[in-house]
């Protein structure tokens, strides 16, 4: 066993530049994680809120609306809220200050999910699973679980407590583990905040 | 990379291993490649996500703890995927373990690993999410699009399909030598040799 | 509909085609009456029509080369339809525990620890306590936080859907042994009797009542007691009963004593002569008013010694037509509170078993219960004719190292297919063939024996189906040098030409030179190399709105080219049986051998312009 | 003989677990404490000798139970209280080895192209009755593939030749019956193969010796009345799970937005093009369906003499209230269509396919052919033909099974529609004219009964003064006289002092544990099967070779169907006669 590279054991990580874009304004809370290597681009702007932690190589983009992203979320990395949406859902396009995304409180948008803009909203406590996609305009209700490659379409309206599974298939979460789900997230961002250098100057 | 030009779009280390300059890995000192292993352009591995709770003493035959990916032979993570260590409640506190693969493992396009371990001689198709401590054992095909549960335990010889996945078929006599990754090897990196007949 | 196209082949196993195993092959055409004929013109169906791939049939005797095993005794491929099995482990793919061949008659073919699957989702379920919650995704409901801070209660949850065992009311005492503590748990959590317990319930019972009882629940009127007894009739115990009864039916019909040889004879009268009714015909029953013939006197004697089952102990039960609770239910629950077909097919009839008035059937998601993990099998294959081993995989569940593994891909040539792309013509996506214009493909031959063989291809000139395509094999005929080690290959590439002149004289030209430059020509090979050799297959794609736009079924807009393929090769005599027993005279003689069978080629989908 | 000792040997090899364990079959007190010891989820199973000796033979003392149906096959091993598991048939098994594409999320099954005209579900059936557009070598190919795939999967044996016993459809055509042998003896190389009757092995399975049998399968509903274990009478309606299915295609289609605004004559064009999937089709029926109560079971209450009737009047109105109370909307979710819609319909327009289907009364009765005669016309019918005590038999034993018998509400219709058929019409095939002659002569029965009745005679509970029950009584008792004098069983039974079953004459429904578990206990105690076949002579004389049931003399098929006790080595020595029994017959 060897070490990826001799040399780059210096710098602790291969971090091909990314493309860059306009740098959006942004309202950061004093306690929130933010790798240095996150993507936030757009000219609307980005409000991040209390202990909510963005991994490397997340991408927030306000060219299409604010995100707003409430507190102890986690974004994972290569995910990407604001996306320009296919399905042009984006119903508030003609006010100066319009919406994009808005995550409630402790959401989790897993790796690869992307979450496009258009007053976008995902409830408190909801778990966006791997590669899914929800669709501009999209209103997913508090404490949902989109299991991996879930997509919701632009404009739908998912109820609370929605578990989305088996590509497509909906159902009821009884288990209510809400704030017990919640507790598990906050120990998560304590780890988090030791381990991903925060370095929200770069974008302020 | 030091010593070779900086013109070749891959890093080959001594160990045969061919990283491309294009791929992310985060927390380096943290991913251990067992060497002609290929990481292909746009892949992410999350070497810095490393375990916090230190294991119990009596687990031993780890290697050094604060490994957080460790990657076997021949291996080859195509375009997008992601290598990410599990994360757990573990008594109340939050850890991640590591993420172990092993010999011959073929990760497809866009894919997302997050296994515990996963065996030698394992193809993982495209687009598909391992969950977290899922364990995968040897000659496993995991078809494209599949979504892997958390802590599911897929035998050795099993073709694995759909959401979330359920073994649906053996792995025939005659399909062990497909896994084989020594050819794919050879076909990337900065002087790429054509496939063989 | 499907992803980018990549050429394949299946190869047709010789077992199905003639029929093997003394199997008389069934008609094809069907008559009802006359049987002779029909064997007849299926011969014929079977042999001299050239094989269609497309046939419904074929999908059942055509295989990837992996697949397939060769018998080195019979020089035969052996497809899995014509190898004999015998299992090796019987193992939990869940725990990847081995279980014994004798658990398994007293336990079933399902794992008897803790592992199960979501009866919502099939997803794997995980034992989690109520209490500690070692996954945010895994974190159990905490309905009763009141309960034992140490661990328990613990209930099984889907770490993919969200499914937890408390949405049908069971939880558990203990971590493990979950499969134990179910059998014992009802949907909803009351405790569901053992078939002992339930007997001695009765038993009881029916003293208290007395005689009334039997002749209570024998009458239309279920009384009180036994509409309450009937709840406890689960299928399994109704069997159970039935079978009791039944046997001392039997017992008591001859006083020779449970002797099996003794029961059975004296039981097979009693449906022994149930041969003879046709169901239209009465004539059976008057006979048993003018008790006359021969059989009748058996009749009577033997049916004697049966009678009916009188009451619930007994096996009998009246059946409950009432079913406006299940109705109201399913209008309160609604289409989301229903099972579906794939989750009614998982539920197999055992696991309801001990619900009572389920008999099997479940039709509400409050009544499904956790599935057990069927167990899997390691098995070693033989020869079905001369029984020799073919494949045999190591006992040990985690080694995945086989003692005997004769695949035919070591055997037979490999096929793969390629477009053939000329350097100055350019195929946009070669894989979408348009109508009526030519394509070319490159077929790659590998020889994986030490002998070099002789192959020689076969096609119809117009695939068959609805719309057939031209097919040109522009070399069908041709030899490919031994599997030798890679070593020597440069001096082999030196005398290949001179020593496959004979057949092969065209060939030099499809070698000098860059081989990409020179156009594909009739009898030339394109392409060859130690082992292997490629040549060039020409097709030309049937329009598929011809004569008139047509619905095409699913892969009918697939071009298949069935090709025969006969392979041929000489062996000295040493070194197997067969040869030993043909090749006596000591000079060891080379012996031909000889290999064919149908294959199939997928060589891509014709657009539909 | 042959079998039960090589059943000691096998035993003996571990004698110890032979003894917690189901003993040798046929043992009378030993099933007693083993049906005990045999917990909830293991059904006990006559002892087979360790899977690891490759001896071909020792296999042989498992007997592998296989019920054909048309849209699946139950497998498992005979003594078992339910089958190991149930493979249905559809058009994922019919692909190539290997061929996985089903499972790529981009893949969509176009069914609408492969939909066109019958094709619609047909890849969803094993076989169909008429054989003349079938493929039989396909037949056989799925069949020899569910069963492989079945016994890897669900019974985890290998591939030695097993003892197999069927349960087959009694009406199953020769061709198709041979193609099923001819996979188990080629395929399987089963040395024996017992062929048992659904009707036979439901009554078994319900502890009865004649039973109606209701058996609403997929393709037909067949009502077969068995009698002292015999299939006395059979008639077939198509009115079965397949038509359900169309009609609640063409429900929904009519209720699609796209065709609301057609007006109502829709019903001839949407059985030619199909605007939904089968599975959908299916599964909706499979999930909502529901049939109505009987419309004047509720108010004909106080009226009725059935004994039957009083579990049922409470359950009209309980049944009642659902609809009443609150008409529900229900909410179908369908994915096939394009784009995909939920409807919402009222709970009460659901149950019309099953009205359609199975009682269709927007026709007369006179309108109906043979073949397609409602169900309770059915029922009815199938009794009309019967002798009185054997009618009188078998209507106190009615049983339902089938796919259909779980519609909800559906067996309670029909017995309730049958119960007012007999309320108003009796057992009077002429209807109208000189009804009124017949009625005194009843009266006069009626008398007698009374008279005998009183001198107690075995009678069920009721005798009610009612005119409308009057009918009935008058020719059931009379059937319960005359039946003591005929029946040698009766006889037999009454001397060795058993008690006997006094039920006759009532309607009354009894549970069976299903035909497969019927099966199961049939072949586990060694009964002979209706026809056992021997592979040596199958394969020397197929199907031709079977002499007509009743050619076989009496001895030789005693011997013959003893085969399944282990006396078939002997008796399978080519030249003697043998019979395919029932199936024989057609």
């Given amino acids: ?204 | 990379m030091s010593r070779r030009p900086p013109r070749g779009e891959y890093i080959e280390t001594d160990t045969g291993n061919k990283v491309a300059r294009k791929a992310t890995l985060v927390g380096t000192q943290n991913i251990m490649l067992g060497g002609k292993t290929v990481i292909m352009p746009e892949a992410m591995i999350r070497g810095d996500l490393v375990r916090t709770l230190q294991p119990s003493p009596s687990s031993s035959g780890a290697p050094p703890n604060n490994t957080a990916v460790a990657i076997g032979r021949y291996c080859f993570l195509s375009r997008g995927c992601c290598l990410r260590p599990p994360g757990r409640l573990y008594k109340g506190l939050f850890t991640y373990m590591p993420l172990r693969l092993g010999d011959h493992v073929f990760v497809g396009p866009g894919s997302v690993v997050q296994a515990a371990t996963v065996g030698n001689y394992v193809h993982i198709g495209a687009k598909v999410a391992i969950g977290e401590f899922a364990i995968i054992k040897d000659y496993v095909r995991i078809l494209d699009d599949t979504v892997v549960p958390p802590n599911m335990v897929i035998p050795s010889f099993s073709i694995v399909a759909g959401q979330p996945a359920r073994v649906i078929g053996e792995v025939p006599e005659g399909g062990h030598e497909a896994f084989e990754l020594r050819e794919l090897y050879k076909t990337v990196g900065n002087n790429p040799q054509p496939a063989p007949v | 509909m499907a992803p980018p196209f990549t050429p394949y082949t299946f190869i047709q196993c010789p077992c199905s085609d003639s029929s093997t195993f003394n199997r008389r092959s069934p008609p094809s055409t069907p008559t009802t009456h006359h049987f002779h004929s029909d064997n007849d013109d299926n011969d014929d169906d079977d042999d001299e029509h050239p094989f269609d791939p497309r046939a419904p049939r074929s999908n059942y005797s055509l295989f990837p080369l992996e697949y397939l095993l060769y018998c080195e005794d019979c020089h035969q491929i052996r497809c899995p339809r014509c190898v004999a099995e015998e299992i090796v482990t019987y193992y939990c793919p869940s725990c990847l525990f081995e279980v014994p061949s004798s658990n398994l008659k007293s336990e079933g073919n399902r794992c008897t620890r803790s592992c199960f699957q979501c009866p919502v989702c099939i997803g794997p379920l995980s034992v989690t306590s109520l209490e500690s919650h070692p996954d945010p995704n895994l974190i159990p409901a905490p309905d009763n936080t009141s309960a034992a801070p140490h661990g328990g209660p613990y209930i099984l949850i889907c770490s993919h859907c969200a499914w937890s065992s408390t949405e049908v009311g069971i939880q558990f005492d203990k971590p493990n042994s979950i499969h134990a503590q179910l059998a014992k748990l009802r949907n909803g959590g009351n405790p569901r009797m053992t078939a002992k317990e339930r007997k001695e319930r009765r038993k009881d019972l029916a003293q208290s009542l007395g005689s009334s009882y039997s002749a209570a629940s024998g009458s239309g009127y279920p009384s009180h007691f036994a509409d309450e007894l009937d709840l406890d009739l689960d299928l399994e115990t109704q069997f159970s009963n039935l079978k009791l009864f039944y046997q001392s039916q039997l017992a008591n019909a001859n006083p020779g004593g449970g002797a099996s040889g003794g029961s059975a004879s004296g039981s097979g009268g009693a449906f022994g002569d149930l041969g003879f009714t046709s169901p239209t015909s009465l004539s059976r029953i008057l006979n048993i008013y003018t008790s006359t013939s021969s059989q009748d006197k058996k009749a009577k004697s033997r049916i004697g010694t049966m009678r009916e089952a009188l009451d619930r102990d007994e096996g009998l039960k009246i059946a409950n037509l009432d079913e406006s609770e299940a109705i109201a239910k399913l209008h309160a629950e609604d289409h989301a509170g229903t099972v579906s077909t794939s989750q009614l097919l998982n539920q197999t009839p055992q696991l309801h078993l001990g619900e009572p008035h389920l008999h099997g059937r479940s039709r509400f998601a409050s009544e499904l219960r956790p599935i057990p993990y069927l167990l899997r099998t390691k098995r070693s294959k033989r020869c079905p004719i001369c029984r020799h081993i073919i494949s045999k995989p190591e006992a040990k569940v985690l080694t995945t190292r086989f003692r005997i593994r004769l695949v035919a891909g070591s055997y037979i040539p490999s096929i793969t297919i390629r477009p053939l792309s000329l350097p100055n013509a350019s195929t946009p996506d070669p894989s979408a063939l348009r109508p009526s214009k030519p394509a070319q493909f490159v077929l790659t031959f590998k020889n994986p024996i030490f002998e070099p063989v002789k192959i020689t291809l076969a096609t119809p000139a117009l695939t068959p189906g609805r719309f057939p395509s031209k097919v040109t094999v522009l070399c069908p005929q041709f030899d490919i040098d031994a599997n030798t080690d890679v070593w020597d290959e440069a001096l082999k590439d030196g005398d290949k030409r001179r020593k496959k002149g004979e057949s092969m004289d065209s060939a030099t030209g499809g070698n000098n030179g860059g081989q990409h430059q020179h156009q594909p020509a009739a009898g030339k090979i394109w392409e060859r190399g130690r082992n292997w050799v490629s040549i060039v297959v020409e097709v030309v794609p049937a329009s598929l709105r011809k004569p008139m736009p047509v619905v095409l079924k699913e892969d009918e807009d697939l071009l298949e080219i069935p090709m025969f393929v006969r392979i041929e090769w000489e062996t000295d005599a040493m070194g197997d049986e067969v040869g030993a027993v043909l090749g006596k005279d000591r000079d060891l003689p080379k012996l031909k051998r000889e290999l064919a069978y149908w294959c199939v080629l997928g060589l891509g989908r014709v657009s539909d312009q | 003989m042959s079998s039960s000792a090589s059943m000691l040997t096998g035993s003996a090899v571990h004698r110890s677990v032979a003894n917690i364990r189901s003993p040798p079959a046929g043992g009378g007190g030993g099933g007693a404490s083993s049906s005990q010891s045999s917990g909830p989820s293991t059904p006990m199973r006559p002892i087979t000798s360790t899977f690891a000796s490759p001896s071909s033979l020792r296999a042989e003392e498992e007997t592998i139970l296989i019920e054909f149906g048309t849209r699946k096959l139950l497998v498992g091993f005979a003594g078992d209280a339910a089958p190991r598991g149930a493979i249905w048939f559809g058009p994922e098994q019919q692909r190539r080895v290997g061929d996985f594409r089903a499972w790529q999320s981009d893949y969509h099954p176009d069914w609408r192209n492969a939909a066109s005209g019958d094709q619609w579900g047909k890849d969803y059936e094993l076989w169909r009755s008429d054989v003349r557009d079938l493929d039989l070598g396909l037949v056989g190919d799925k069949i020899e593939r569910a069963l492989r795939d079945a016994f890897t999967k669900y019974l985890l044996i290998d591939s030695r030749p097993r003892r197999v016993a069927c349960v087959i459809p009694s009406g199953l055509s020769i061709p198709l019956l041979s193609v099923t042998l001819d996979s188990l003896f080629g395929r399987f190389q089963s040395p024996t193969v017992s062929l048992l009757s659904p009707p036979v092995s439901l009554a078994v399975g319900a502890g009865v010796r004649s039973a109606l049998v209701i058996n609403l399968g997929w393709a037909e509903t067949v009502v077969t009345a068995v009698y002292e274990f015999r299939e006395v009478q059979c008639n077939r309606s198509i009115r079965g799970g397949r038509m359900l299915t169309e009609q609640t295609h063409r429900f929904l289609a009519k209720h699609l937005p796209q065709n609301q605004k057609k007006p109502e004559t829709e019903d001839h064009e949407n059985s030619q093009e199909y605007v939904l999937s089968f599975e959908e089709c299916e599964e909706i029926t499979m999930r909502l369906a529901w049939c109505k109560a009987h419309p004047s079971s509720a108010t004909t209450k106080p009226a009725e003499g059935l004994s039957t009737v009083e579990e049922h009047d409470e359950s009209e109105e309980r049944r009642a209230s659902p609809e009443t109370e609150q008409p529900g909307l229900a909410t179908i979710p369908l994915k096939s269509t394009s784009p995909p819609v939920t409807l919402e319909l009222p709970y009460d327009l659901l149950t019309e396919p099953c009205e359609n289907t199975f009682f269709d009364s927007r026709h007369s009765p006179a309108s109906f052919d043979d073949h397609e005669l409602p169900l309770h016309l059915l029922v009815y019918r199938c009794l009309l033909q019967l002798p009185v005590d054997v009618r009188s038999m078998c209507m106190s034993r009615i049983i339902f099974a089938g796919g259909c018998a779980n519609v909800l509400g559906l067996q309670g219709r029909i017995f309730d529609e049958l119960s007012q058929i007999l309320r108003e019409r009796g057992w009077d095939p002429v209807t109208g004219k000189g009804l009124d002659k017949k009625r005194e002569d009843l009266e006069q029965m009626k008398q007698k009964a009374r008279a005998r009745l009183a001198s107690g005679g075995t009678t069920g509970p009721t005798s009610t003064t009612q005119p409308g029950a009057g009918e009935q009584d008058g020719v059931w008792h009379d059937a319960a006289n005359v039946k003591p004098e005929v029946d040698p069983i009766e006889e037999q039974l009454k001397k060795r002092g058993d008690p006997t079953s006094q039920e006759q004459g009532e309607l009354r429904a009894v549970e069976s544990i299903g035909a497969w578990s019927g099966a199961s206990i049939i072949s586990h105690l060694k009964i002979a099967a209706v026809a056992t076949v021997d592979r040596d002579l199958w394969q020397q004389q197929g199907a031709a070779g079977a002499s007509k049931p009743g050619e076989v003399d009496s001895k030789m098929q005693q011997r013959q169907s003893l085969g399944a006790g282990g006396f078939m080595r002997g008796a399978g020595t080519g030249h003697n006669s043998w019979t395919l029994g029932t199936w024989g017959a057609y």
Avoid at chain 1, 9 to 20: D, E, G, N, V, Y
Avoid at chain 1, 64 to 93: P, Q
Avoid at chain 1, 94 to 115: K, M
Avoid at chain 1, 152 to 175: H, K, M
């Fill in chain 1, 1 to 204: 066993m060897a070490a990826a590279t001799t040399s780059s054991s210096k710098r602790h990580s291969i971090l091909p530049p990314a493309q860059s874009g306009p740098k959006p304004p942004v309202q950061f809370s004093s306690s929130i994680t933010i790798a240095d290597s996150a993507i936030l681009i757009g000219t609307h702007p980005i409000t991040i809120s209390t202990e909510s932690v963005i991994h490397p190589r997340a991408r927030l983009d306000s060219l299409g609306g604010r995100i707003t992203i409430g507190r102890r979320c986690i974004v994972h990395e290569r995910s990407t809220v604001g996306a320009v949406g296919t399905e042009g859902g984006s119903r508030s396009k003609r006010e100066e200050q319009p919406n994009g995304v808005t995550l409630g409180d402790y959401v989790t948008v897993e790796v690869n999910a992307s979450i496009e803009t258009g007053d976008t909203v995902v409830g408190e406590g909801t778990h966006v699973g791997v590669g899914s996609k929800i669709g501009g305009g999209a209103v997913v209700g508090k404490h949902c679980t989109l299991t991996p490659y879930t997509v919701v379409a632009a404009g739908e309206t998912i109820p609370d407590y929605t578990v989305i599974y088996s590509n497509g298939l909906r159902r009821q979460d009884r288990r209510g583990v809400a704030e017990l789900r919640n507790k598990g997230q906050a120990r998560q961002i304590e780890v988090l905040k030791r381990m991903i250098p925060s370095n929200p100057s770069k974008f302020q």
